[in-house]
């Protein structure tokens, strides 16, 4: 079951408009990691923030992580219609087991 | 560096048949992981190897299995095909597979069992 979860579910904006989705979890993390996914493709990296770590930028895009609340958010500036993707936050999960667990995603949609 | 490839990138198998999914990591990753995305259960571990050994698996039945190869290369195979098994299957290379190491992700391979 997925135990990440993101919000909005589905999000529309203007060109140029900045686009806030947000990420929460349940228990405690190294990091967090954010990647993009257009539409049926595979999924690109877009920034990791390790727990120790408040704010995180790469380009347009900004990364806030409050480990006291369990939740992230990820800020695209200036949008463009090529930032039209599904996004999505991971952890990896608790214990020994390396695999990243997923939320259901944000789907953005930046009209032209 | 090139980055992950899958092959193929687009499949249509029968029910019942088996099908198997080829994953090339990034030169220099010793860690594959496998996903399935489905609309209704989104991405999904399917498991994870490392230095050819099956390091960790997700909860899917035996009918999923993979392996890995000493060039780091990995396969997955599903056998007695359902038409549930339609998705979209992607592969991850990790340097090491840690946890504080990112994953990289290739194109993935459509699956659709009719």
């Known amino acids: 079951s997925q135990q990440g979860e993101e919000d909005p579910q589905a999000l529309s904006i203007q060109e140029g408009e900045n686009a806030t989705m947000n990420c929460s979890y349940k228990t405690s993390i190294n990091n967090l990691q954010w990647y993009r996914q257009n539409s049926g493709r595979g999924l690109v990296h877009l920034i990791l923030i390790r727990s120790n770590e408040r704010e995180k930028h790469s380009g347009r895009l900004r990364v806030t992580l409050d480990t006291s609340k369990k939740s992230s958010s990820l800020l695209i500036t200036a949008s463009r219609a090529a930032d039209t993707a599904s996004y999505f936050c991971?952890?990896?999960?608790?214990?020994?087991?390396?695999?990243?667990?997923f939320g259901k995603g944000t789907k953005l949609t930046v009209n032209p | 560096k090139a980055g992950v490839t899958q092959t193929p990138r687009y499949l249509i198998k029968t029910r019942g048949q088996q099908v198997t999914l080829s994953c090339s990591p990034i030169?220099?990753?010793?860690?594959v992981s496998w996903y399935q995305q489905t609309p209704g259960q989104g991405l999904q571990f399917l498991f994870e190897y490392f230095s050819e050994t099956q390091r960790n698996k997700g909860n899917f039945p035996g009918r999923f299995s993979g392996r890995q190869f000493s060039n780091s290369r990995s396969e997955m195979n599903v056998s007695t095909l359902e038409l549930g098994d339609s998705a979209l299957y992607l592969c991850?290379?990790?340097?090491?597979?840690?946890?504080?190491?990112?994953?990289?992700f290739g194109p993935g391979t459509r699956l659709t069992v009719t």
């Open positions: 991971a952890r990896y999960s608790q214990g020994g087991s390396e695999k990243l667990v």
């Open positions: 030169s220099g990753h010793r860690s």
């Open positions: 991850a290379s990790s340097l090491q597979g840690r946890k504080s190491y990112e994953q990289y």
